[in-house]
């Protein structure tokens, strides 16, 4: 029998697994990070926030630049972070780029009252994605409105899109839940009682309506909404594992702000080591071929206790 989540207890989470997993974790130091990339997972470290974030744009522009009318290729990506987008919006101005056959993929969006929230909600990714980045691109170059494709509730265009066109890298950050998009771990009920699924199981999932756990609400509360947990949505759309392992490349992006220094540790050393295990859905990636994690060196803290 698994403990409870000492956070959470009606739900899975990192805080289940066996405690010395986590207290392996703890101990890693930065260069004990690095040492864990392996064929086909890769840890990069970058020293400035001006790198790391102009390193995630450049992501953007490689992926497009791969775009031909014989075969449209694009990118999955985040709101969290989004500080790239600015950049990601001037690179293709001074640079050019032109994006008729480039695609974009939202990876997820809120869900109110059974809808995906409207294009004006304050929280709103799809707006965040527009305001912040391709309403910034000359029109001359922008990819067209087809080509930009963001989850809805009840359309499957978004499903559809990704059997269509070649997703050169899916690239996104990590919340403290230890999910990429929304692919939180499940409630303990039913089926899931005293297991999570398993890693094959919750890999078939695709782009759907998820319950969020309560760390994934506390979290966005403090991170986009001043800490007003009663104004951030408990259901959200994303974008599921099954498109994920479309993606040819997946790339993590680790500032320090969206997770802790434990979280930081706890992931890459499960990828790493093969630990896959769905109350850390990060860690189904040891499965995946092409996994980049990529850490602001300064943002990575320690795991120790400090009084403040």
Not at 118 to 138: K, Q, S, T, W, Y
Not at 183 to 209: F, I, M, S, W
Request: net charge negative; proline share 9%.
């Amino acid at each position: 029998m698994r403990p409870l989540s000492k956070v959470a207890p009606d739900w899975w989470d990192y805080t289940t697994l066996d405690r010395s997993i986590l207290d392996e974790a703890a101990r890693l130091t930065p260069d004990d990070l690095l040492k864990l990339s392996r064929p086909g997972f890769q840890v990069v470290f970058y020293d400035t926030l001006e790198d790391f974030y102009l390193a995630m744009a450049l992501e953007y522009i490689t992926a497009w630049r791969q775009a031909t009318p014989e075969r449209p290729a694009g990118l999955c990506g985040p709101i969290g972070p989004t500080e790239q987008l600015p950049l990601v919006a001037r690179l293709v101005n001074e640079l050019e780029v032109d994006l008729r056959h480039a695609h974009f993929w939202g990876m997820d969006e809120w869900v109110e009252n059974g809808e995906e929230v409207p294009a004006d909600h304050p929280l709103g990714f799809r707006r965040a994605d527009m305001e912040l980045c391709f309403n910034r691109i000359r029109p001359d170059l922008r990819m067209p409105e087809a080509n930009l494709h963001f989850p809805s509730v009840k359309s499957t265009e978004y499903q559809d899109s990704w059997e269509k066109v070649r997703c050169v890298c899916m690239t996104g950050g990590q919340g403290e839940v230890k999910h990429w998009a929304f692919n939180d771990p499940p409630r303990r009920e039913g089926k899931y009682q005293d297991a999570p699924p398993t890693p094959e199981e919750y890999r078939q999932l695709r782009t759907r309506v998820v319950e969020l756990h309560p760390m994934t609400l506390i979290q966005n509360a403090r991170t986009s909404g001043g800490g007003v947990v009663q104004n951030v949505p408990s259901e959200a759309l994303t974008v599921g594992p099954y498109e994920t392992w479309k993606a040819e490349k997946v790339s993590l992006w680790q500032a320090g702000n969206h997770d802790n220094p434990f979280g930081l540790r706890l992931t890459p050393l499960m990828i790493s080591k093969g630990m896959a295990d769905s109350a850390v859905p990060m860690s189904l990636l040891a499965d995946h071929p092409n996994v980049q994690f990529n850490f602001y060196r300064p943002g990575l803290g320690v795991c120790e206790a400090e009084m403040h």
